[in-house]
């Protein structure tokens, strides 16, 4: 079966620090691969989605970058954190039919 | 552009009782209607999902009726439980553009016990 992992749990940065988020898929090859990020008590926004190693597609211009080095690694960062990067970071995978599965999310508070 | 239009934002019902969600989208490319239960802290799950070419699916307490002409699809949850409790979200999907998924805003349900 497929799992999908995310770290960390949990993380608290300062304004202007560095970001990286990480988001690994268990079971299956050549996934897409999806970041979300979700306010506090708001919807999913996509920020970004890869159909394959080094192919990234971004769709909301922010202070955010994300990577795929590995098949199943997606990897999302930012150079200096803002206090509007603050929210619930989630992660999800397809395997090219419709059906898109979310890991638990990265909660990042940006002091 | 919020493509994808969900109400209400929040609901309570009894237990025992029926939860309603509507939702409303504009892109007629959209071609995968699902549905996710979030509980607090937790990433959404899949709960249900339907294609545009059925106009009602069902799997246990949980039923979407889609109306492919008006460009809505509900969420009905039947014998509402307060194990329920949760924000739902509905989304629209487009498989020829990546699979990418436009959410609705989420409806937070509270079911009394």
């Known amino acids: 079966s497929q799992t999908i992992h995310q770290w960390p749990a949990t993380l608290v940065q300062p304004v202007g620090s560095p970001l990286s988020l990480e988001c690994t898929v268990e079971g299956t090859s050549n996934p897409n691969l999806y970041w979300y990020r979700q306010a506090a008590g708001r919807g999913l926004q996509l920020l970004f989605y890869?159909?394959?190693?080094?192919?990234i597609s971004s769709e909301v211009p922010q202070n955010l970058s994300a990577s795929r080095p590995q098949d199943r690694q997606f990897i999302l960062s930012s150079k200096k954190l803002l206090l509007s990067d603050s929210g619930f970071y989630l992660c999800a995978w397809n395997r090219g039919g419709y059906e898109q599965y979310f890991g638990p999310g990265t909660r990042l508070t940006v002091t | 552009q919020q493509q994808v239009k969900q109400s209400p934002q929040s609901l309570i019902v009894q237990k025992g009782g029926i939860s309603i969600i509507n939702c409303a989208y504009e892109n007629t490319a959209f071609d995968y209607f699902p549905w996710y239960q979030q509980f607090p802290g937790k990433g959404p799950a899949l709960l249900i999902a339907i294609r545009p070419d059925v106009s009602e699916k069902k799997e246990g307490r949980f039923t979407i009726s889609f109306n492919k002409s008006a460009k809505q699809f509900s969420l009905h949850i039947m014998d509402s439980q307060p194990g329920d409790s949760a924000t739902y979200f509905c989304?629209?999907?487009?498989?020829?553009?990546?699979?990418?998924?436009?959410f609705g805003g989420g409806t937070r349900v509270l079911v009394k016990p």
């Open positions: 890869s159909v394959g190693i080094g192919q």
């Open positions: 989304a629209a999907q487009d498989k020829a553009a990546g699979n990418k998924l436009t």
